[in-house]
């Protein structure tokens, strides 16, 4: 499966919810993701070592829908609102945790943060 691309604009010092669906392509059915874990990291370019903002399912910034097959993306206020970065690009992994261990780019693209003009 190829990963979709899917840019992302946050408001700064906002909660946001990103929510993908993630699906057969030959169904366009939901795929169970019971026993998986996410990742995602955002760098402002690729190959950066730096990471500006890791979330996982582990950290609670990303939620895994069961066998609804919904990824959802939590952004905080303080993730949003950092004032040190406002552009970047990401990746969005799913892990089989429950059987076979593959590891699957589910989502790929830009975020970008857009600031408070209104103070």
């Avoid at 040190?84 to 975020?111: C, H, M, P």
Wanted: glycine content about 10%.
């Amino acid at each position: 499966m190829t990963a979709k691309v899917v840019n992302i604009e946050l408001d700064a010092g906002t909660n946001t919810n990103i929510e993908l669906d993630w699906t057969d392509p030959s169904t366009n059915l939901p795929i169970d993701l019971t026993g998986y874990t996410s990742h995602m990291q955002i760098r402002s370019v690729q190959y950066d070592p730096v990471i500006l903002l890791d979330l996982t399912t582990e950290n609670g910034k990303i939620v895994l829908g069961g066998t609804a097959g919904t990824i959802t993306i939590k952004f905080s206020p303080t993730d949003t609102n950092t004032g040190q970065w406002f552009k970047g690009t990401y990746d969005l992994y799913i892990t089989d945790t429950g059987g076979s261990g593959n590891e699957t780019a589910v989502a790929r693209g830009t975020v970008l943060i857009l600031p408070q003009t209104t103070q």
